[in-house]
């Protein structure tokens, strides 16, 4: 069975602080997704960053960084020098990965809100 | 706009009647995902299609749950008998899934359901 676990229900910060959010998972899968959605008061899942487990490469995507750590079964996300409208409820998620056929179903973590503050 | 959307946004209902939402996935999207959110919590699958066949239910979708996707197209997912514990938000997503590869899952806005 897979499963998420985002530790931090609730991270508080003044802007311009960077922050850290962190994403454990557990998988019996040799080949997996990762992804990281955002979800602001409106609601809707935005799509930040999907990772294979072929790829433990850091990525950088302006002020948006994620840590894949296999090692530890980590994908953890930062963002540098926050902002107020960072704020959000951030979600991790795993998905399989099949050549043919399956699904692309998504196992979420219970979330992360943060909350960035002048 | 090419996003996925849903109808309605809100829906109050009486507790046992019926309800249905709509789901309209982006369009050259092959595969569709209902997903169910609680208060607190991250979306759970309930169901997927690849264009009209529904491929995957989960536990979570009860009997009184149904999905449809008749053309390949837009989706529902009706809910009858409502009763208080099916209050939530109903998530739709769509993805396209090809021999060559597949996308990641864009999601609606969802439909916020409270039953009284």
């Known amino acids: 069975a897979q499963k998420v676990t985002q530790a931090q229900t609730e991270i508080s910060v003044v802007e311009k602080e960077d922050v850290t959010l962190d994403c454990v998972y557990e998988t019996r899968d040799t080949t997996y997704y990762l992804f990281w959605y955002k979800q602001p008061p409106s609601g809707e899942l935005v799509f930040l960053i999907r990772r294979n487990s072929f790829d433990e490469q850091n990525e950088i995507s302006g002020r948006y960084s994620w840590n894949f750590q296999k090692s530890t079964s980590s994908f953890n996300f930062t963002i540098t020098a926050s902002q107020v409208v960072d704020s959000a409820v951030y979600f991790c998620a795993l998905s399989e990965w099949r050549l043919t056929g399956g699904g692309n179903k998504l196992t979420f973590g219970t979330g992360t809100q943060l909350k960035v503050e002048l | 706009d090419t996003g996925v959307s849903q109808d309605p946004r809100h829906k109050i209902t009486k507790r046992g009647q019926n309800v249905t939402f709509r789901c309209d996935p982006i369009?050259?999207?092959?595969?569709l995902y209902w997903y169910r959110q609680t208060l607190g919590q991250g979306p759970e699958f309930l169901t997927y299609f690849q264009n009209e066949a529904q491929l995957e239910k989960s536990r979570l979708l009860s009997d009184r749950f149904s999905a449809e996707r008749p053309k390949g197209s837009f989706s529902t997912l009706e809910i009858q008998r409502t009763e208080q514990g099916d209050s939530a938000m109903y998530l739709c997503?769509?993805?396209?899934?090809?021999?060559?590869?597949?996308?990641?899952?864009?999601f609606g806005q969802g439909t916020r359901l409270t039953v009284v």
């Open positions: 369009s050259e999207h092959n595969r």
């Open positions: 997503a769509s993805s396209l899934d090809t021999s060559g590869g597949r996308t990641e899952a864009f």
